[in-house]
């Protein structure tokens, strides 16, 4: 759904509640982003929030739990790659 407004929040308690089902779980990925349905500019991306708070999100320290306990990480450390429909991304 994308551009309906549903992280932060609502994406942590749809996962909590998916894990939930699950006897035991090791691990839990959230993704989020700003895809339009309808992209308009050559990027196929759209800036929908504040970009004061978004140079916030990424320059600063990071809370995380690993391990069950709460961490603190630099931003945009680490390198991951995923997939999507079987695709790297």
Not at 58 to 78: Q, T
Request: charged residues 15%; negative net charge; contains cysteine.
């Amino acid at each position: 759904m994308p551009q309906c407004g549903l992280a932060p929040g609502f994406i942590s308690i749809a996962a909590h509640d998916l894990i939930t089902h699950f006897d035991t779980v090791d691990t839990v990925k959230m993704r989020v982003g700003a895809l339009p349905v309808h992209p308009s500019n050559a990027l196929k991306h759209s800036l929908t929030w504040s970009t004061d708070g978004l140079i916030n999100e990424y320059g600063n320290i990071c809370y995380g739990i690993e391990g069950g306990e709460k961490v603190l990480a630099p931003a945009l450390e680490g390198y991951e790659t995923i997939e999507v429909d079987g695709l790297p991304v």
